[in-house]
């Protein structure tokens, strides 16, 4: 049988603290980049937002496999048990689930993405896939076991869920959360730029209440200097950079001044 070392079950175990990034392309070449720096525990495959093909996802976890790096897929939330599923049995080491609203939701996610075994209580069976070999004969027991040691994390996006973390955090299971500060302000009716004061309350009172219940609140920042109030509230999980916010942040800035100096160039010929 395959058998895999979770690489972010194991930081997790050790309390130890995570850096990875996010990546919108299935291409394994990106995920080859960016783990040649050696400077990420995982990489995180946004199927929430990007097309993908299951051959691909596996392609994505290949990838990571073979720098030592762990993998998490972001589902979304209609499709999750399929896609969840799928992914686990490909080899992805933790999965994001988005758009919960209380602790009932993320009980039967929990349930689909368990093993069907006694010890696990879930509804998730014993695929012929990548984790087994694509062979039916290794013992049951330990691939529930693998099966088992993906992490589960979910975003605390909703008004409902901000309202609801202390339920969700107290469900056995629930290893990660992460506040997200866009789908939290929507279901509000809000404008985030609008309520800065109350977001940042928001997602401290999140990150405060999943330490006190032993669950790792992770958050996603753009810059370094950014990390720091985070540390000081304990946190010690980061998620840096995002494939397009990093190209999008070039293309405007560099582009525009680049675009700018050509312009100036065609004016002083007229």
């Known amino acids: ?29 990106t ?14 495959f946004l199927a929430e937002y990007a097309p993908y093909t299951l051959p691909e996802l596996e392609n994505f976890v290949r990838a990571c496999e073979l720098h030592g790096c762990g993998s998490m897929i972001k589902v979304d939330y209609q499709n999750r048990f399929f896609v969840a599923q799928k992914a686990i049995a490909m080899g992805f080491q933790a999965v994001l689930f988005t758009d919960h609203q209380n602790a009932q939701q993320v009980r039967e996610t929990l349930t689909a993405v368990s093993p069907e075994a006694p010890a696990y209580g879930g509804r998730f069976g014993y695929p012929n896939a990548r984790w087994l070999g694509y062979n039916p004969e290794p013992k049951q027991m330990e691939y529930a076991a693998m099966n088992a040691s993906a992490v589960k994390a979910f975003m605390i996006e909703k008004k409902e869920a901000v ?20 789908d939290y302000c929507m279901s509000l009716g809000w404008n985030t730029c609008e309520h800065k004061e109350e977001v940042a309350a928001a997602e ?40 397009f916010d990093i190209l999008k942040d070039y293309w405007t800035n560099v582009g525009a001044a680049m675009k700018k100096s050509a312009m100036e160039m065609t004016a002083a010929e007229i």
Request: net charge negative.
């Open 31 to 44: 995920v080859e980049a960016a783990a040649a720096t050696g400077n990420f525990d995982y990489f995180e």
């Open 204 to 243: 401290k009172h999140c990150i405060e209440v999943a330490l006190a219940h032993g669950v790792q609140p992770r958050v996603e920042i753009y810059h370094v200097e950014d990390a720091e109030r985070y540390k000081e509230m304990g946190v010690k999980h980061f998620c840096i950079g995002d494939e």
């Open 163 to 182: 309202d609801n973390i202390e339920e969700i955090c107290s469900v056995p299971g629930v290893d990660m959360i992460q506040f997200g500060p866009s």
């Open 1 to 29: 049988m395959v058998t895999m070392e979770n690489k972010i079950r194991r930081l997790l175990k050790e309390g130890k603290p995570t850096v990875n990034t996010r990546i919108w392309s299935t291409w394994g070449t």
